[in-house]
């Protein structure tokens, strides 16, 4: 299938009628028939239903709705657990019903275990909650065979850390694990960081299986842009020395730039997806600004002018070389 | 054999193009939108640190200083464009120019019109203009979008001016809603319907950029018609009203825009619009205005009318495999 800016190119390069165009549009198959927009359609309806209730249900049970007592809310969650459970078991995935089944039984997971904290007050942080909804619901996942629902994964994931990381409510299993380490801020935010990466590297792993399907590159840049994120804020954070510039925090650095240089390398050697080197750049860009900010002591006008320099700059640079790696990596995979 | 070589081809035998045509010069490649994402990030920040930078030496603080700073810069960041499109250098200043360029004249329009509704309305035209003038797809594409959220803000602040919303307001903010985005909806529609006819007359340079910006205003932009006591996330003494029920519009905008965006087949705005969709349930459940129990049957509603209606379009298009699309 065409780019649509390759058909846009071709077009004007040729200077193509109406009819040319049309036809184009449906040789290259850039344009869906009827017959597919119906399906999406059919499919982003079917999705959007069942993300639907299921989050009538999430703001039923935090609703805490007195009028139904605790059994009874338990009830409800675990039949409809149960029910989507049994509808995957009877058109199992990869039957569209099956995915969107165990998809809604992830959802009802982490609904049950929001209700479990709400109704016995353990006393549990948020994070906890989104953390144990990830090992909880991985099964349902798995057996699930469907990037969106790895997708919704990654993101409850996510958050969890994310929570962990900002709030550090030091309090919880997550924390129990590496309480006697006494990491600082920089520190922690390279757990996230490895596991996201981890996620990525198992990703180009199954790539390369027959499970492929399942893990579609989108899935990879989204665990990627996440790695990413995590290694810029810490490294964000020691160049601010927010902690007080310590040593752990030079150590913090120095992981984060050796993760991003295998990274890069991988990328490089793999020949195919840009997108890695592009969230390097992004992130060094911030990084390097940040620097820039944080070490230059003179006027604020020489300041903002540098920072634009730097920013026209070092934007340029990546600029031109990810495009020339674009440019150079399509024409070997076309070759 | 490459795809061009193949449509080509394909064109020739059914004798839609001429053979043996020249080869042009080879196509330039497509920008990812990941790459266009870090330009374009670097190059808006880089105007904003630019024009600190002018108003810290220059300080212009009346409209005609800062509107001359605003065309001059505007100016520059054309000419930087036309001067040589396959430089990067070039074009990163340029948006940094243009960006910074904007702000000034934004600053300006705040000056004469000394009001909100004025100074978007102002901005809103601006940027159609520059959607028509300036000679890059960034460039294009990012003043498509500011129209659409600088045109949202407009209608609003010229109805409402900075009254907060409120239960009696309602029908009007509906209405106002409507007549923002309807047209916003309409444009992309008709760009997405037309596309064959816009690139057989060789407008696909203004086109393409423009149908892009309409479509992410789709998905994110309909912020700008939120009423403000939606901000009240967290505040006790927000009134009940059906105002609550607003991003359930923004979300199916986005929707629309998720199905636009796959009959072009761009997979990354397909993408934004159902992520702005969801950001737009999350963003349901934290507003207040009616209790988690109405919401829970507001949802539950939606979800089994979206089910029943992708099961009653299944069976006409008769879909019996369950496959996906």
């Given at each position: 299938?065409?780019?649509?800016?390759?058909?846009?190119?071709?077009?004007?390069?040729?200077?193509?009628?109406?009819?040319?165009?049309?036809?184009a549009?449906?040789?290259?198959r850039?344009?869906?028939?009827?017959?597919?927009?119906w399906?999406?359609a059919?499919?982003?309806?079917?999705?959007?239903?069942?993300?639907?209730?299921?989050?009538?249900?999430?703001f039923?049970v935090?609703?805490?709705?007195?009028?139904?007592?605790?059994?009874?809310?338990?009830?409800?969650?675990?039949?409809?657990?149960v029910?989507?459970?049994?509808?995957?078991?009877?058109?199992?995935?990869?039957h569209?019903?099956?995915?969107?089944?165990?998809?809604?039984?992830?959802?009802?997971?982490?609904?049950?275990?929001?209700?479990?904290?709400?109704?016995?007050?353990?006393?549990?942080?948020v994070?906890?909650?989104?953390?144990?909804?990830?090992?909880?619901?991985?099964?349902?996942?798995?057996?699930?065979?469907?990037?969106?629902?790895?997708g919704a994964?990654?993101?409850?994931?996510?958050?969890?850390?994310?929570?962990?990381?900002?709030?550090r409510?030091?309090?919880?299993?997550?924390?129990?694990?590496?309480?006697?380490?006494?990491?600082?801020?920089?520190?922690?935010?390279?757990?996230?960081?490895?596991?996201?990466?981890?996620?990525?590297?198992?990703?180009?792993?199954?790539?390369?299986?027959?499970?492929?399907?399942?893990?579609?590159?989108?899935?990879?840049?989204?665990?990627?842009?996440?790695?990413?994120?995590y290694?810029?804020?810490?490294?964000?954070?020691?160049?601010?020395?927010?902690?007080?510039n310590?040593?752990?925090?030079?150590?913090?650095?120095?992981?984060?730039?050796?993760?991003?240089v295998?990274?890069?390398t991988?990328?490089?050697?793999?020949?195919t997806?840009?997108?890695?080197?592009?969230?390097?750049?992004?992130?060094?860009i911030?990084?390097t600004?940040?620097?820039?900010?944080?070490?230059?002591?003179?006027?604020?006008?020489?300041?903002?002018?540098?920072?634009?320099?730097?920013?026209?700059?070092?934007?340029?640079?990546?600029?031109?070389?990810?495009?020339?790696?674009?440019?150079?990596?399509?024409?070997?995979?076309e070759a | 054999?490459s795809?061009?070589?193949?449509?080509?081809?394909?064109?020739?035998?059914?004798?839609?193009m001429?053979?043996g045509?020249?080869?042009?010069?080879?196509?330039?490649?497509?920008?990812?939108?990941?790459?266009?994402?870090?330009?374009?990030?670097?190059?808006?920040?880089a105007?904003v640190?630019?024009?600190?930078?002018?108003?810290?030496?220059?300080?212009?603080?009346?409209?005609?200083?800062?509107?001359?700073?605003?065309?001059?810069?505007?100016?520059?960041?054309g000419?930087?464009?036309?001067?040589?499109?396959?430089?990067?250098?070039?074009d990163?200043?340029?948006?940094?120019?243009?960006?910074?360029?904007?702000?000034?004249?934004?600053?300006?329009?705040?000056?004469?019109?000394?009001?909100?509704?004025?100074?978007?309305?102002?901005?809103?035209?601006?940027?159609?203009?520059?959607?028509?003038?300036?000679?890059?797809?960034?460039?294009?594409?990012?003043?498509?979008?500011?129209a659409?959220?600088?045109?949202?803000?407009?209608?609003?602040?010229?109805?409402?001016?900075?009254?907060?919303?409120?239960?009696?307001?309602?029908?009007?903010?509906?209405?106002?809603?409507?007549?923002?985005?309807?047209?916003?909806?309409?444009?992309?529609?008709?760009?997405?319907?037309?596309?064959?006819?816009?690139?057989a007359?060789?407008?696909?340079?203004l086109?393409?950029?423009?149908?892009?910006?309409?479509?992410?205003?789709?998905?994110?932009?309909?912020?700008?018609?939120?009423?403000?006591?939606?901000?009240?996330?967290?505040?006790?003494?927000?009134?009940?009203?059906?105002l609550?029920?607003?991003p359930?519009?923004?979300?199916?905008?986005?929707?629309?825009?998720?199905?636009?965006?796959?009959?072009?087949r761009?997979r990354?705005?397909?993408?934004?619009?159902?992520?702005?969709?969801?950001l737009?349930?999350?963003?349901?459940?934290?507003?207040?205005?009616?209790?988690?129990?109405?919401?829970?049957?507001i949802?539950?509603?939606?979800?089994?009318?979206?089910?029943?209606?992708?099961?009653?379009?299944?069976r006409?298009?008769?879909?019996?495999?369950?496959?996906?699309?």
């Amino acid at each position: 299938m065409m780019d649509r800016n390759e058909l846009d190119a071709f077009a004007a390069q040729y200077k193509l009628g109406r009819e040319a165009v049309d036809a184009a549009l449906e040789i290259s198959r850039a344009r869906p028939t009827s017959d597919e927009l119906w399906r999406f359609a059919i499919s982003l309806l079917r999705l959007a239903g069942a993300l639907s209730i299921a989050a009538g249900i999430v703001f039923f049970v935090a609703a805490n709705w007195e009028e139904i007592d605790v059994l009874a809310r338990f009830g409800l969650v675990e039949a409809l657990l149960v029910a989507s459970a049994g509808v995957a078991l009877w058109r199992p995935p990869p039957h569209a019903l099956g995915r969107g089944a165990l998809l809604f039984a992830f959802v009802m997971a982490g609904a049950l275990l929001a209700l479990f904290g709400q109704t016995y007050q353990t006393g549990a942080n948020v994070y906890e909650l989104f953390l144990t909804w990830s090992v909880l619901g991985l099964p349902l996942v798995i057996a699930a065979q469907w990037s969106v629902s790895w997708g919704a994964w990654v993101l409850v994931l996510n958050v969890a850390l994310g929570l962990f990381c900002s709030l550090r409510p030091e309090d919880g299993w997550f924390w129990f694990l590496i309480s006697g380490t006494r990491l600082d801020a920089a520190e922690l935010l390279l757990a996230p960081m490895m596991v996201n990466l981890s996620l990525w590297g198992l990703r180009e792993y199954v790539e390369e299986t027959r499970w492929s399907a399942i893990a579609p590159p989108w899935l990879g840049r989204l665990v990627l842009a996440c790695a990413v994120g995590y290694g810029t804020w810490a490294g964000t954070i020691v160049i601010l020395g927010e902690n007080g510039n310590t040593g752990g925090d030079a150590l913090a650095l120095l992981f984060v730039i050796i993760a991003f240089v295998c990274v890069a390398t991988y990328a490089i050697r793999k020949r195919t997806d840009v997108f890695p080197l592009a969230a390097l750049a992004g992130s060094a860009i911030v990084l390097t600004t940040t620097a820039l900010a944080t070490a230059v002591e003179m006027d604020d006008e020489v300041i903002f002018f540098l920072l634009s320099i730097w920013l026209i700059a070092s934007s340029t640079v990546s600029g031109r070389l990810l495009m020339k790696l674009v440019r150079l990596w399509a024409r070997e995979a076309e070759a | 054999m490459s795809d061009l070589d193949v449509l080509k081809r394909a064109l020739v035998s059914r004798g839609l193009m001429a053979e043996g045509l020249p080869t042009p010069a080879p196509l330039p490649s497509h920008r990812p939108w990941f790459v266009s994402l870090v330009l374009g990030s670097a190059g808006w920040l880089a105007g904003v640190f630019g024009l600190i930078c002018i108003g810290l030496i220059f300080r212009p603080d009346t409209a005609l200083e800062l509107t001359s700073a605003g065309v001059l810069m505007l100016a520059a960041a054309g000419g930087l464009y036309a001067l040589d499109r396959e430089n990067a250098f070039f074009d990163q200043l340029a948006l940094a120019l243009s960006i910074a360029g904007q702000l000034a004249m934004t600053g300006a329009a705040w000056d004469i019109t000394n009001s909100v509704a004025g100074t978007v309305a102002l901005v809103a035209l601006m940027q159609v203009v520059l959607v028509l003038l300036l000679p890059n797809r960034l460039a294009k594409f990012l003043a498509a979008f500011f129209a659409c959220i600088a045109w949202a803000f407009a209608v609003r602040f010229a109805w409402w001016d900075a009254e907060e919303f409120s239960l009696r307001l309602v029908p009007p903010a509906l209405a106002s809603w409507f007549v923002v985005w309807i047209p916003v909806i309409a444009g992309a529609h008709a760009l997405v319907r037309t596309e064959a006819r816009w690139m057989a007359s060789g407008m696909q340079y203004l086109a393409r950029p423009a149908l892009t910006g309409l479509l992410l205003s789709l998905a994110f932009g309909t912020w700008a018609s939120l009423p403000f006591s939606s901000a009240h996330l967290w505040s006790a003494s927000v009134e009940t009203d059906w105002l609550a029920m607003w991003p359930l519009l923004s979300a199916a905008a986005a929707l629309f825009a998720a199905i636009c965006a796959f009959r072009i087949r761009n997979r990354a705005l397909i993408g934004a619009a159902i992520g702005g969709a969801l950001l737009h349930v999350v963003h349901f459940y934290f507003l207040l205005g009616t209790t988690l129990l109405m919401k829970s049957c507001i949802m539950l509603i939606v979800g089994v009318l979206l089910s029943v209606t992708a099961a009653l379009l299944s069976r006409r298009t008769r879909d019996p495999s369950g496959a996906e699309a």
